[in-house]
């Protein structure tokens, strides 16, 4: 894999495909261990955007099923090369759009943040295919170079479906114009994991110290506790007296009151 060739594809274009990130074994294990998230995944219905899949979040708090790809050392290069090394889990999802969905609005993953256009990038949002995404079963649709313009988000703009293997790895910056299409296949499923990165002094989408309970970080790794929150960045943001945050989890939880402030 050549990060610096996807990173260049992304700044480029906006979006970038590798189409072997995970090979058979690895997708056919995700797709076991995630089998009652995946089943549990239904489609609500709406007068305004009709039938669409209803996406299950905070993902670390329910399955340690993906813990190994967040600290894959091979997603890591990819999302520096693009944010640089300062960057964090925005949120973890499961998705599953069904047969008779509806394709998503159109829209943009950095509009949470009210900072006028252009901007460096805040984001890396990424998908892992665990089936082929086809335009028939709503693969993901973008529209190329999107993430360069200022102008508002167009819901008729002119759009690509991103088609792909199982397996493969999809990259695209927070700016992008795009959305999820429709499945209008009468019987298949379309089975992702959405992995959201942003810069690690900006609020995450999924609260990670809420949402992901503290008896289950503090048996995290320690590349998995970082990722999600649990150190200091920008020279200090984050701390708990000065110190890493994970410390005063630990303290909690052992029964001790706190950790006594650094002077």
Not at 122 to 148: C, M, Q, R, W, Y
Not at 192 to 209: D, T, Y
Request: hydrophobic residues 40%; contains cysteine; aromatic residues 8%.
């Amino acid at each position: 894999m050549d990060v610096q060739a996807v990173a260049d594809r992304v700044r480029e274009e906006g979006y970038a495909v590798v189409p072997d990130f995970l090979d058979a074994p690895w997708v056919s294990r995700l797709c076991e261990n995630l089998a009652p998230v995946f089943d549990a995944i239904g489609s609500r219905v709406s007068k305004e955007f009709g039938q669409q899949t209803i996406h299950t979040h905070n993902l670390l708090a329910k399955t340690r099923a993906v813990d190994e790809i967040l600290i894959d050392q091979r997603l890591h290069d990819l999302i520096g090369a693009i944010l640089g090394p300062d960057f964090q889990i925005s949120g973890v999802a499961a998705m599953r759009p069904a047969p008779g969905d509806k394709r998503q609005h159109m829209h943009q993953d950095d509009g949470h943040y009210p900072i006028p256009r252009p901007h460096p990038p805040f984001i890396v949002n990424t998908l892992i295919a665990l089936d082929p995404f086809t335009a028939a079963n709503g693969a993901t649709e973008v529209v190329p170079k999107s993430h360069l313009w200022t102008k508002r988000v167009e819901q008729d703009a002119e759009t690509v479906a991103v088609e792909m293997p199982a397996g493969a790895l999809l990259l695209w910056e927070g700016a992008l114009w795009h959305r999820g299409g429709g499945n209008a296949t009468a019987d298949s499923y379309r089975r992702s994991i959405n992995l959201n990165f942003n810069l690690a002094w900006l609020k995450q989408r999924e609260n990670q110290f809420i949402g992901v309970p503290h008896d289950v970080v503090v048996g995290m790794p320690t590349k998995l506790q970082e990722l999600i929150g649990y150190k200091l960045t920008n020279f200090g943001l984050g701390t708990v007296d000065y110190r890493n945050p994970i410390e005063t989890v630990k303290a909690r939880l052992e029964g001790r009151v706190g950790i006594s402030p650094r002077t």
